[in-house]
């Protein structure tokens, strides 16, 4: 395997492994919540922690860490206070962020949109020695909070109301969750761009959701199938001259359409099985309430 | 049945104000349930009763008064594993598939330490779960089930943490007949095991001739706390009308569904 024999290749391999990993183990959570695109406006926030790294000359990766936290915080502390137009003060926080980048890398003594542009969309290539390292710890941080948590984060992004009468610290938690987001929107920026984040937090998990019945098989599903974008992605960018950001994005996509298509007559047979188990007739069985797919209308 | 026995107090709120936006929904009210009773919160759609059970659990807060679990001051009360909670049905739905067991398995994390589930707290899982009569299930999607199955779900995970004090809210909403049965005999067992419950309804139905009392809510204050009212005249009750229940969420904000 020449591409190996490359260094630059091999800090890109590992940075696309490790985002492969801790965007659908994040995103997850944020599916369960009802809060797919939170991702989203978390890499929009982060714009303004990159342009304040350049004019400050300080990491952007640990600028963008540091401010996109601070915006994850803040949509969080929205989601409970300002419950009236929360939408409205979240617009405000995305944009706010993203002009906020902008301003500030013109601002930056020879900064240009030019700059911006490898967070915005990616630049695998350019990964550096001291950029591994930050994605090396943050992503520890982030396994370790998902797996080591993921019972409580369970609870919590299920139903918030039950997990207060467990006795769960709901809203620690429900800060811990906005927090890693916020860690992997940065770990996965030099990877896919903070533009294409949130793609690879929501689409493995939609995707692995298509074969599964239960949240620990869709969990390991939607991580294998997020190495397998990264790596895939990487790999593919090296041979054809494409941008690996959009490469991973559009694999992801691709493999969620190979998926649902193949989830259809899965999820008949399915159906069939537990009918003969439970002894059901499979059609006509209780008229009206239950449709083709076995689900039933509540 | 059981008259209103004197004993320890397992909830009190006395005085008790709450505001939902700015619109005050509770007006200072008392309620007390002592151990062993049944006691049912009745009225009309935004009369306040599902807004006081959720002060009780803390998930609305209050603005005056004070509310005690088992004798301690809810701010101070941590022992969680004693209350089992079944939240209105409509609450309970995540954006990711999961299956009953593990639906069921966050209600034995007040018991579980750290979050690890040990041998122990699975099997009181499986037990419930047998209890309910959803054992069949176990590995089933819960999207997958039909409302009374997804309800006798949150209530076997109310169970799984063997609770001494049962709070449920609405749980013969959109039940079919044959999971309403199933539900009542639950219940009975867990109150001749001496759990006391508080039961917001809409109507009293079968769990009739379980109830102890009855306190009904009217605009935020209490406006009869006593004997169950006789059967046929549950409709007679002050500001009874036959809207659907699920209406009574007029005062939740909207969601936006980016962040909800």
Redesign the interface.
């Known amino acids: 395997m020449d591409i190996l024999d490359y260094a630059f290749m091999q800090r890109a391999l590992l940075a696309a492994v490790l985002v492969g990993i801790t965007a659908p183990a994040v995103g ?1 959570y944020l ?8 991702g989203d ?1 978390i890499g929009h926030v982060a714009m303004t922690g990159v342009g304040l790294g350049f004019l400050l000359s300080w990491s952007p990766v640990w600028m963008a860490t540091l401010v996109s936290v601070v915006g994850a915080v803040m ?1 969080e502390l ?2 409970w206070y300002g ?2 137009r ?2 409205i003060a ?1 617009a405000m926080l995305f944009y706010g962020g993203m002009a906020g980048g902008v301003m500030f890398i013109n601002l930056a003594p020879g900064g240009s949109n030019a700059n911006l542009t490898s967070y915005l969309f990616g630049s695998l290539s350019t990964v550096s020695e001291s950029d591994v390292t930050a994605i090396c710890l943050l992503a520890a941080f982030v396994v370790l909070v998902t797996l080591g ?1 993921r ?2 984060l ?2 919590v ?12 610290p709901v809203r620690a938690l429900n800060l811990l969750t906005a927090v890693t987001a916020a860690v992997t929107v940065t770990v996965a920026m030099r990877v896919v761009g903070l533009l294409l984040v949130s793609a690879l937090m929501v689409v493995p ?1 939609a995707a692995a ?1 298509q074969l ?5 098989a ?1 969990f390991a599903i939607a991580v294998a199938i997020g190495v397998s974008v990264t790596i895939g992605g990487t790999v593919t960018s090296y041979y054809q001259d494409v941008p690996p950001g959009a490469t991973i994005v559009l694999l992801t996509i691709g493999a969620f359409i190979a998926l649902t298509a193949l989830a259809t007559p899965l999820n008949r047979r399915r159906a069939r099985a ?1 009918a003969q188990a ?1 002894g059901d007739p499979v059609e006509c069985a ?1 008229p009206a ?1 239950r449709d083709s797919s ?3 209308g ?1 | 049945m059981k008259a209103d026995q004197p004993g320890e107090p397992v909830i009190s709120l006395r005085g008790v104000t709450a505001e939902l ?1 700015s619109r005050p929904v509770l007006r200072g009210i008392d309620l007390t349930v002592h151990h062993g009773e049944v006691v049912a919160l009745l009225g009309a759609n935004g009369s306040g009763k599902s807004t006081a059970v ?1 002060t009780v ?3 609305v807060p209050v603005t005056r008064g004070e509310i005690e679990l088992f004798g301690t001051p809810r701010r101070r009360f ?4 004693r ?3 079944v ?1 209105q ?1 409509t ?2 739905a ?6 009953v067991t ?2 069921v ?3 034995r ?2 018991r ?1 330490r750290f ?3 040990r041998k122990a707290d699975r099997e009181a899982v499986h037990q419930v779960l047998e209890l309910v009569g959803m054992a ?1 299930h176990a ?3 819960v ?5 009374g199955q ?1 309800q006798r779900v949150l209530i076997a ?1 109310a169970l799984a ?1 063997q609770p001494d004090l049962l ?1 449920m809210d609405e749980p013969m909403a ?1 039940v079919d007949h044959a999971s309403q049965e199933m539900l009542a005999e639950t219940l009975r067992e867990q109150v001749g095991q001496g759990a006391s419950v508080l039961l917001v309804l809409h109507e009293l139905g079968p769990l009739e001739p379980l109830i102890n009392r009855a306190v009904v809510l009217r605009d935020g204050c209490v406006a009869h706390d006593g004997p169950p009212p006789p059967a046929v005249g549950q409709h007679a009750l002050p500001g009874h009308d036959h809207v659907h229940p699920h209406a009574a969420h007029g005062a939740e ?1 909207v969601r ?5």
Not at chain 1, 31 to 38: E, K, S, Y
Not at chain 2, 78 to 81: A, E, L, R, V
């Open positions: 997850i599916v369960q919540r009802r809060q797919a695109l939170m406006g949509m929205i989601r419950r009236t929360g939408d979240l948590l019972r409580q369970f609870a992004s299920q139903d918030e109301e039950f997990a207060r009468v467990t006795g769960l998990v959701q599964s019945r239960s949240f620990a869709t537990m439970t209780i309430t076995g689900k039933i509540v | 936006g959720r659990i803390g998930q941590s022992d969680w594993g209350v089992g909670y939240p049905r609450t309970a995540g954006g990711v598939p999961a299956t593990e639906v398995s966050s209600g994390l007040s579980a979050g690890i589930l069949d590995k089933q999607s999207d997958a089930l039909s409302g997804h995970r943490s709070i959109g904000p936006t569904g980016l962040l909800s």
